[in-house]
């Protein structure tokens, strides 16, 4: 993959106390790509999806933004990235067009175009028709769909998805990592899971985090499946 670099993790750390939860993470994301970053939980994935969105600071280490240290100009962020958290903070006696509004209204979307952009958000994520109803009686799907929504609403370069499909049933599931590769094709991702065929499903390149560190990391399309998943079986074997 020989894409511009958009964003590049350099030698992150995070403590929390005396919990050393990521150790020295260098990661880059090129245009184009839907990077997995798959690891058991507690590995790290949400940590290290945090400080990618600046929205924890490393102990140690830097991110850049198209070549830019986040933490000099920590705006970039906002505006390139897009970020779902694990537990997205939906709103839910909002209804979907209320909350996109809400959302683009964060991002600085003035008046005058924030309906154009909820309806664009809208129909990226199947979300037209669950325009008015209250988010509290959208299923859980729909609600994700709701969440990554919100996370394109300022059309970013850039959208960060921790663990998206958590809680979903089969369907559900299915549904959101097709969304997630139909996404792929206007912004840059980053995934994070913990199962493997989720991965091998949806990403063109996988980080493979452990025990807070990087301890693998290859595109899709070398990795034999056999290797790959003696790999991952292997991660915590004593
Ligand atoms: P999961 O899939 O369970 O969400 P994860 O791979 O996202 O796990 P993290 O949530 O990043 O992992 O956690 C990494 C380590 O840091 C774990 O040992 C976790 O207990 C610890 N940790 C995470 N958040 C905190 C916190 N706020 N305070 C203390 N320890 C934390």
């Known amino acids: 993959m020989d894409g511009e670099i958009l964003i590049e993790a350099r030698h992150l750390s995070r403590r929390y106390g005396p919990t050393l939860a990521v150790s020295d993470v260098n990661l880059t994301l090129r245009k184009g790509e839907i990077l997995g970053l798959l690891g058991p939980n507690g ?17 140690q280490g830097e991110v850049l933004i198209n070549g830019q240290s986040m933490q000099v100009k920590p705006e970039a962020a906002k505006r390139s990235l897009g970020y779902l958290p694990e537990q997205p903070p939906l709103y839910p006696e909002f209804n979907v067009d209320e909350y996109l509004g809400y959302c683009a209204g964060l991002h600085g979307i003035s008046r005058a175009e924030r309906v154009a952009a909820v309806t664009r958000a809208k129909q990226a994520c199947g979300l037209s028709h669950m325009a008015k109803r209250n988010i509290a009686n959208l299923s859980k799907g729909y609600q994700q769909r709701v969440g990554l929504a919100q996370a394109i609403i300022h059309r ?14 089969p369907i559900q599931i299915q549904e959101i990592r097709a969304l997630i ?15 493997l065929p989720e991965i091998q499903a949806v990403c063109s390149r996988v980080a493979i985090i452990d025990k807070g560190r990087i301890v693998f990391a290859e595109a899709m399309d070398v990795i034999q499946r056999e290797s790959f998943g003696s790999i991952v079986l292997g991660l915590r074997r004593p």
Do not use: Y
């Open 43 to 59: 590995a790290g994935k949400s940590t290290t999806m945090k400080m990618l969105c600046g929205c924890l600071s490393p102990s």
């Open 156 to 169: 970013p370069p850039v959208i960060v998805l921790d663990e998206p499909t958590v809680g979903l049933d």
């Open 181 to 195: 590769k139909e996404l792929g094709r206007e912004h840059s991702v980053i995934l994070s899971s913990h199962i």
